[in-house]
Every structure is written in structure tokens, then in C-alpha cells.
């Protein structure tokens, strides 16, 4: 990501939490250097923290992208991500194989192949954004 944002010559700037007070501390970080948006990458954290950072993305007018619909949901702009539900069916296809007695070693690698974009047109309207048709179309949830 910072490799290809560098290479349209655009500055992402990485900040880290690992816990509450450090999420407050990284969205004072963010509006001190006038970040214009936020990306919240997959962290357990997070997700227990997730009322947190979207009352913050709102209270500082960032736009963000989050990593599952629950942010989405909870008042966040975009939620882009694997599909848990579908995550949650594939574990226990492979419980069932491994009870079955298949080996866990012989079992392949799976990796997420439904991805579902989720866009508050509510928040979107909040921050004086105007969504574009192509994005609405491609949502997969409009939440309003």
C-alpha cells in the first residue's frame, strides 16, 4: 500500500494502537497531520473498540474505510471486506473435514473469496460527500 501510494505520489501515514487511550492518541496524531482520510486495518483490538473509532472518525469529519460491516453499521462511510459469514461457513467445512480425520497438514490454504462493500449514505451525506453512481451500484449493501 505504501509503495503504490508513493508511486501516484500520495503520503500515507501509518499509525498504531494497542490500546484505547493509544487510539485517542493516534486520531489526535492524524488530525494534527492533516491526514484527509482513514483506512482501519484488521485488529482484535479495534473491533472491541469499534464504537470508539467511528464516534472519533465522526467527531474529527474523517472520511474511513473499515475492514468489516459492523463499523458500517455503526455509523462508519465505507466497510470493505471478506464476508464473515462466508469465513464462518469455511472453518466449519474444514472442522468437519478435520473431524472426519482428515489431517489439518493435508488440508489446503484457503483464503477469503467473497469480498462485500458497504457504504452509509447517512455518514456520506454528513461529511458533504457525494457518492458516485458507480460506487453505489457496486455496493453490495447501501445502508441509509
Given at each position: 500500500?505504501?509503495?503504490?501510494?508513493?508511486?501516484?505520489g500520495?503520503?500515507?501515514?501509518?499509525?498504531?494502537?494497542?490500546?484505547?487511550?493509544?487510539?485517542?492518541?493516534?486520531?489526535?496524531?492524524?488530525?494534527?497531520?492533516?491526514?484527509?482520510?482513514?483506512?482501519?486495518?484488521d485488529?482484535?483490538?479495534?473491533?472491541?473498540?469499534?464504537?470508539?473509532?467511528?464516534?472519533?472518525?465522526a467527531?474529527?469529519?474523517?472520511?474511513?474505510?473499515?475492514?468489516?460491516?459492523?463499523?458500517?453499521?455503526?455509523?462508519?462511510?465505507?466497510?470493505?471486506?471478506?464476508?464473515?459469514?462466508?469465513?464462518?461457513?469455511?472453518?466449519?467445512?474444514?472442522?468437519?473435514?478435520?473431524?472426519?480425520?482428515?489431517?489439518?497438514?493435508?488440508?489446503?490454504?484457503m483464503?477469503?473469496?467473497?469480498?462485500?462493500?458497504?457504504?452509509?449514505?447517512?455518514?456520506?451525506?454528513?461529511?458533504?460527500?457525494?457518492?458516485?453512481?458507480?460506487?453505489?451500484?457496486?455496493?453490495?449493501?447501501?445502508?441509509?
Amino acid at each position: 500500500m505504501l509503495a503504490a501510494a508513493r508511486a501516484i505520489g500520495q503520503r500515507i501515514d501509518v499509525f498504531r494502537a494497542s490500546s484505547e487511550s493509544e487510539i485517542d492518541a493516534a486520531f489526535v496524531a492524524i488530525v494534527r497531520r492533516g491526514n484527509g482520510a482513514l483506512l482501519v486495518t484488521d485488529d482484535p483490538l479495534f473491533s472491541v473498540q469499534l464504537d470508539q473509532i467511528v464516534a472519533l472518525a465522526a467527531r474529527h469529519a474523517l472520511p474511513a474505510i473499515y475492514y468489516r460491516r459492523e463499523f458500517v453499521a455503526a455509523g462508519g462511510l465505507i466497510g470493505y471486506g471478506s464476508n464473515s459469514g462466508e469465513a464462518y461457513r469455511q472453518a466449519g467445512i474444514y472442522i468437519g473435514r478435520i473431524l472426519k480425520g482428515e489431517k489439518p497438514a493435508d488440508l489446503p490454504v484457503m483464503q477469503p473469496v467473497k469480498f462485500e462493500l458497504i457504504l452509509n449514505l447517512k455518514t456520506a451525506k454528513t461529511l458533504g460527500l457525494t457518492v458516485p453512481q458507480s460506487i453505489l451500484l457496486s455496493a453490495d449493501e447501501v445502508i441509509e
